[in-house]
């Protein structure tokens, strides 16, 4: 684990979402499954929305709270996901890259859990919190609208 503020981990899981975020723009423009290209609309409003209130948080924030240092794991493997994403089989089946696409964002969910349980300033673990919680509306919204489309896509 390596030391991080507050202000440079959310810079850094920000950069790691827009690249997963690039990646699906890159695999919507070939999918010629329209049920498939609202889903990864839907995944992007998510994304949107998570910039938006990361962005509110942090300016409502603290300074101290963004200048924190706090332990945060490293990130390598899920870099080299991300960097893998679309090239392998998924590259083809839609359903299976949207998967891998999901499961990324429970990862990067998790490196805020991870950031909250790091530190033992009260105000630090909040404002982690709310993020997670955020995230953990969004994710479940999410993996509902991947349920429904499923379900219609076997119909």
Same mark, same amino acid.
């Given at each position: 684990? +390596?030391?991080? #503020?507050?202000? @440079?981990?959310? =810079?850094?899981? /920000?950069?790691?979402?827009? $690249?997963? *975020?690039? %990646?699906?723009?890159? !695999?919507?423009? /070939? +999918? &010629? @499954? ?14 949107? &929305?998570?910039?938006g209130? #990361? ?12 200048? /924190?240092?706090?332990? !945060? ?9 991300? &960097?893998?994403?679309? *090239? %392998?089989?998924? =590259?083809?089946? +839609?359903?299976? !890259? ?8 429970q ?13 033992? +300033?009260?105000?630090?673990?909040? !404002? ?11 994710? $479940? ?7 429904q489309? #499923?379900? =219609?896509?076997?119909?």
């Amino acid at each position: 684990m +390596a030391y991080m #503020q507050v202000r @440079d981990v959310l =810079a850094h899981v /920000t950069k790691l979402r827009r $690249r997963v *975020r690039n %990646k699906a723009r890159r !695999f919507q423009a /070939t +999918a &010629s @499954d329209d049920i498939i290209g609202s889903l990864l609309e839907r995944l992007e409003e998510h994304d949107r &929305s998570m910039h938006g209130f #990361q962005a509110e948080l942090e300016r409502n924030s603290p300074k101290a709270v963004l200048e /924190t240092w706090i332990q !945060f794991p490293d990130t390598k493997p899920i870099e080299n996901e991300i &960097s893998d994403l679309g *090239r %392998k089989a998924e =590259a083809d089946d +839609a359903e299976q !890259f949207i998967e891998k696409l999901l499961d990324l964002d429970q990862r990067l969910l998790s490196l805020y859990h991870t950031a909250a349980e790091q530190t033992h +300033a009260p105000s630090v673990q909040e !404002f982690f919190r709310k993020l997670v919680d955020m995230e953990s509306q969004k994710a $479940r919204a999410n993996s509902w609208n991947v349920a429904q489309t #499923q379900d =219609a896509r076997h119909l």
